[in-house]
C-alpha cells in the first residue's frame, strides 16, 4: 500500500495565486518529510521537516509538518510560471536512511 | 553551488546487454544512493552506499545490480543484463550527513529496446 500519498495530483493556477499541496504518510517511526521540486529532471531540495507545528520559510514557499495527524502542507504564495513544477514529498523513516516518495503534484502556473 | 554529475544523460541498450550508469557526487559527502523514476510512476530507491558498502537496498536491487565506489569520486551503478522493465530515469543522489536533505543529480534516462 502506498506510504506517502499527496494531493491533489495536478492544478492549474494563474500568477499570483496562492497553492497549498498536501501530503499525508504512513510510517512506522518517522524521522523526517522532505519536500522536492522536479522540473525538468532532477529533484531539487526544497524542505526537510522533523518537528511539529514548525513553518519552514523560504522566500515565497512555506511548509509545515502535523505529526499527530501525519501530513504535511506545501503553500507557495504570489505564485510565478517558474513555479511550474511537479512537487515531491519524501518521508524518511527512523531505520535506514531511504527516502519513500509520493507520486507528486503536478502544479502549472499561468501567466 | 555543488552539483551532482551524472553521465551519459541518456543512453540506449539492447535487452541484455550491460550497462554502468555513472556519477560523481559532491567531493565531501559520505552518503550515495541510486533512485529511479519509470515513466510516469514515483520515484524510487534502489540503493545507498556508505563507507564503501551497501547500507541499504530495496526490493528492486536484485543480483543483476551491483554499486561500486572505483575511486575516490565516481560512484557507479552496474545493470548486468537489462530487461525491457529496467527502462526508467536512474537519479544519483549524495548528502554529507544521514540525517541530511539529498542533492539528486540531473538523472540518466536509460532505454532499453
Known amino acids: 500500500e502506498d506510504k506517502v500519498v499527496q494531493s491533489p495530483l495536478s492544478l492549474v493556477v494563474h500568477e499570483g495565486d496562492t497553492v497549498t499541496l498536501n501530503c499525508s504518510y504512513e510510517v512506522t517511526n518517522f524521522r523526517s518529510l522532505l519536500w522536492y521540486k522536479q522540473e525538468k529532471k532532477a529533484p531539487t531540495f526544497l524542505f526537510m521537516l522533523?518537528?511539529?507545528?514548525i513553518e519552514k520559510k523560504s522566500g515565497r514557499l512555506s511548509s509545515i509538518l502535523d505529526k499527530k495527524e501525519l501530513f504535511s502542507i506545501l503553500n507557495i504564495t504570489a505564485t510565478q510560471t517558474g513555479d511550474s513544477a511537479i512537487y515531491l514529498c519524501a518521508v524518511r523513516e527512523a531505520a535506514g536512511n531511504k527516502l519513500t516518495f509520493g507520486g507528486g503534484t503536478r502544479v502549472l502556473v499561468k501567466p | 553551488e555543488p552539483e551532482v554529475t551524472q553521465t551519459p544523460s541518456h543512453q540506449v541498450t539492447q535487452m541484455g546487454q550491460e550497462v554502468i550508469l555513472r556519477c560523481v557526487p559532491i567531493?565531501?559527502?559520505?552518503?550515495f544512493y541510486w533512485y529511479r523514476q519509470i515513466l510516469g510512476q514515483k520515484v524510487e530507491f534502489l540503493v545507498s552506499?556508505?563507507?564503501?558498502?551497501?547500507?541499504?537496498k530495496s526490493e528492486i536491487f536484485d543480483d543483476q545490480f551491483s554499486v561500486e565506489r572505483p575511486d575516490g569520486s565516481n560512484f557507479t551503478l552496474k545493470i548486468r543484463s537489462t530487461k525491457l522493465e529496467d527502462s526508467a530515469m536512474y537519479f544519483c543522489?549524495?548528502?554529507?550527513?544521514?540525517?541530511?536533505?539529498?542533492?539528486f543529480g540531473s538523472g540518466t534516462r536509460l532505454t532499453v529496446v
Open positions: 552506499f556508505y563507507n564503501n558498502e551497501i547500507s541499504e
Open positions: 543522489a549524495s548528502s554529507d550527513r544521514a540525517t541530511y536533505g539529498y542533492t
Open positions: 522533523t518537528s511539529s507545528g
Open positions: 567531493s565531501n559527502h559520505l552518503y
